[in-house]
Each structure stands twice: as C-alpha cells, then as structure tokens.
C-alpha cells in the first residue's frame, strides 16, 4: 500500500507531520478531515507533492526587476479581487484540499501580474515551513492586518476554512458599503468639475470678448460685472501665478492634512459637515462594529481587535476613541465610557455594546448594530443621489446664469437710461 506524507494543523493550531498508509491521496485527505485536521499538503513518496514543487514561483520579467516589483514586492490587490480570491480559497478549503494546493490553482488562474508573484512567493514560504499569517505578512499592501490576523487565528484554532469564509463575508460587505458610497459621490464630483470647467471657460474666452464694448458703451459698470471682469482678467492676465497659487494651496492643505492636528481636525470637520457629515458618522459606525464583531467572532483577543480596528477606521476621531477604549480595557475597566465620552457614538451604540458586554454577547449586538447603520446607509444614500442632482442644476444655473446676467447688466442699463431720456 503507498505510504503519504502529510503536513496539517490541528485543532490547537498545532504543527503535525506524519506518514500514513492509504489507497489513494483523496483517501488520505478524507480520513485527515475527518480528524477535523487542516491539511497543508500531502506528499506520495516516491510521487509528487500536491503543492507542485517547481511551479509556485512566478516568473518575474526584466522591467519588473528594475522597477523594484520582484517576486516579493507585491503591489497592492483590490478589493474585488481580493474578495474573490478570498471566496475560492474558504470554498476549497472546506472541500478539504491541502492548503498548499489550494493556493497553487489561485496562483495558476490568478490574471493580475504582481499578485500572481506575490501567490508564488507565499507558496514558496508554506512549503518551506512558514505558517500562512507568517507568509502573507511579507505582503502588507496586498493583505491588510485585519485579514492576516483572522487567518492566525484561523490557524490557531483549526478553523481557517470557517474564518475565510468568515473574511469573504465581512470583506463583501465592505466592498458594497464602498461603492455605495462612490456611487453617492461620483455624481457631484463630476458635476463640480463640469461646472469648474464651464465657468472657467465662460471667464476665459467669453468675457474677454465683452471689455472693449464696455469701453465703448463708456457706463458706470454694475458691481457684479465689475467683479466678473476681475476674475476674468486674474485668470487670463496672471494665469501662470494663479496655477502655480492653487498648486502651493492645494500642497500645503495637504501637508496640513498629514499631520496629527490637521488631520484630526479635518476628520472632525468632515463629520460636523452638513448632510455628507451624518453620511460619513454612519459609514465609520458601519465599519467600527463590522471590523471589530467579524474580529471578535473569529477568536482575535479584543485588545489585538481594538487596535486593529483603530488603525483602519479612516477617521482620526474614530480612531482616537476606539484607542482610549482599548486603553481602558487595557486598565481593567469596561469598554462603553471611553466611547461614550466621544461625539461619534450615539448613545444607542454605547448602550447596546455595553449590555453586550454585561451578557457575554457583545459580537452578537455589535452586528446588530453594523447592520442597522448599512441599512442607514443605504436609505441615505438614496435619499442624498435624489437631492444631489437638482442642488447640482441649481449650483450650475446660479453660476452660469450670475456670469451671463453680469455681462447684460451693462446693457439694461443703457438701454433704461435710453428710455428716460
């Protein structure tokens, strides 16, 4: 009978490595998920690996290696496809094929360049010995935290085909919450581009037109097409130093926004902003009980949660709260006062996560609560799609119609002085 060699994790998240009789390689891995083992590889001996020695590593071409993009610099993987691979690896997983193999057919079929490296290089580092959480954090812009420390723990507990699947829910969920939210703003960014481009092109080659008619007509001109003509002539007169003004503006808000005072400062902005600020209150609530219930859930210790989730709150006032919670725990105290004494939490959230807390179901209501604001969300997203189109005809109209009033203004005016006379 053939002898295989396994290597598999058990339920303690323990290493084992042993050589087993068995008819056929799927007999072997049956009888290893029946021992609720998680099974790294399997090796016929005498035979192949089921990991493919020799075909993990990717090819890397001459341009990657100049521009620094070698097996091991992977770039960054978006959401959706993440999503995906995520998805086919807990599938498989469950399926019970060695997690050697399953990573072996995502590097296989994967279609972008730099995330098939990076595939490779992770399989290169699995057969090597290295845990899976151990490989994937050589690739920190492909696999955030959040997603490397539910695989330890996935690892750790003998569970990882329940957490990715786990990971494949709460990552979906997000991604649906980003593009609601794209949705929402794509509409008016581009609407403030094109009314931006119109008025700039009414101010640079319309008005222009209009200055020796003006001069012609020899009137008191009107306040408004005083400061329209202004305009017009800073844009066409000292147009280098108004780009080169826009661009140091635009430059120092950023350097302003990169710092620990500018950037709270303008994440408490953001959110005491009307209409968008209750928006983006209910997104960061959304995300703040989705990350830290889907954490909780998977067996992450809470004060390893609440950094997590501080550092990918994208709101420095969210940030800061969750970080003086975890202080407080850290402390011995409870979780509900530090996030009570922030504006972000309304008093509902505050109070249901601390009953959680008192009745040991706090991953329970924190999903609750992540769920009630998607649903927030998403009503108010619609409602604001629905308001955003007629504010921006409104917007256009006012200004479009301001600049083409301001130029006739001149000309009522004669022409009433022409009718008195």
């Known amino acids: 009978m053939p002898k295989f060699k396994y290597v598999a994790r058990d339920s303690a998240g323990k290493r084992v490595a042993q050589t087993v009789d068995g008819t056929s390689k799927e007999d072997v891995l049956s009888s290893l998920k029946s021992q609720n083992l998680t099974v790294l590889s399997v090796t016929e001996e005498g035979g192949l690996s089921s990991g493919k020695p020799g075909s993990a590593t990717a090819k890397v071409s001459l341009w990657d290696t100049l521009n620094g993009r070698g097996a091991r610099a992977a770039p960054r993987v978006s959401g959706e496809m993440l999503v995906v691979f995520t998805r086919q690896f807990a599938t498989m997983i469950s399926a019970g094929i060695p997690v050697l193999e399953c990573l072996n057919i995502l590097q296989e079929q994967a279609e972008d360049p730099g995330f098939k490296n990076a595939l490779g290089t992770i399989v290169d580092d699995v057969r090597g010995g290295s845990d899976l959480s151990q490989a994937l954090r050589k690739h920190p ?12 723990a996935g690892e750790a507990s003998g569970q990882l085909d329940t957490i990715l699947a786990r990971l494949a829910d709460y990552m979906e969920a997000t991604e649906k919450l980003k593009r609601e939210i794209k949705g929402a703003m794509t509409y008016p ?5 094109m009314i931006f481009g119109i008025t ?25 097409t005083l400061i329209v003509l202004g305009l017009s002539k800073i844009l066409t007169t000292y147009w280098a130093q108004t780009i080169i003004i826009c661009v140091g503006v635009f430059l120092l808000f950023k350097w302003w926004k990169s710092t620990d005072s500018g950037g709270y400062t303008f994440d408490r902005l953001l959110l005491k902003s009307p209409v968008f600020g209750q928006l983006l209150q209910k997104v960061a609530l959304s995300r703040f009980a989705k990350t830290f219930a889907t954490l909780l859930r998977s067996g992450v210790p809470i004060l390893g949660a609440l950094e997590i989730v501080a550092s990918t709150a994208g709101n420095r006032v969210v940030e800061e709260a969750v970080n003086n919670a975890r202080e407080s725990i850290r402390q011995g105290e409870n979780l509900a006062k530090p996030l009570s004494e922030s504006a972000v939490f309304p008093p509902m ?27 927030q969300v998403e009503a108010m997203v619609d409602a604001l799609t629905s308001l955003i189109e007629p504010l921006m005809i409104g917007v256009m109209g006012f200004i479009v119609g301001g600049i083409v009033l301001s130029v006739f203004l001149p000309i009522f005016k004669i022409q009433e002085a022409l009718q008195h006379k």
Request: aromatic letters at 12%.
């Open 141 to 152: 812009k492909a696999f955030e935290r959040i997603y490397i420390n539910m695989i330890q």
């Open 189 to 193: 960014v581009v609407s403030l581009v």
């Open 200 to 224: 700039i092109f009414l101010l640079v080659f319309i008005i222009p037109k209009f200055v020796d008619i003006f001069k012609a007509l020899k009137v008191e001109l009107p306040l408004p």
């Open 349 to 375: 959230v505050v109070r249901m996560i601390a009953i959680g807390e008192k009745s040991g179901a706090l991953e329970q209501l924190l999903e609750k609560i992540s769920e009630f604001y998607d649903q």
